[in-house]
């Protein structure tokens, strides 16, 4: 929760996403708050089990579903042993051999 802030800034698109799907560590009314007023995004999280109120029904969790997908490429990018240990020390080469592994899962599950 601690880096929401600037994995916002350093975001790929010209203006702030509408919906910002997390895990459970999301869920907070402050956070919440914060990101509505600051980037005018609504966050979608799943409630902890502790919370006395729930915030979220369940159509805004249907969005929830389809985060899977994001983790599984991740979980196939660390098929390449070259990206999971990150010997590069530059960040460019790194980055560079991230975008050669989607692209050979890409080639590869289509």
Same mark, same amino acid.
């Given at each position: 929760?601690?880096?929401?802030e ?5 975001? =790929?698109?010209?203006?702030y ?16 708050? @914060? &990101? ?14 502790d919370?006395?109120t ?11 579903r389809r985060r @899977?997908? &994001?983790?599984?490429? =991740?979980? @196939? ?5 070259? &990206? ?27």
């Amino acid at each position: 929760m601690t880096l929401v802030e600037e994995t916002l800034d350093a975001k =790929f698109t010209l203006g702030y996403p509408e919906r910002l799907v997390g895990d459970k560590a999301y869920d907070s009314d402050e956070l919440d708050s @914060w &990101i509505k007023e600051q980037y005018g995004t609504q966050v979608i999280a799943p409630n902890r089990r502790d919370r006395k109120t729930r915030t979220q029904d369940g159509r805004s969790l249907r969005r929830y579903r389809r985060r @899977w997908k &994001i983790e599984r490429m =991740f979980a @196939w990018l660390q098929n390449f042993r070259r &990206i999971a240990t990150r010997w590069d020390y530059k960040l460019e080469n790194y980055l560079g051999f991230v975008h050669i592994g989607c692209l050979l899962i890409l080639l590869r599950y289509f």
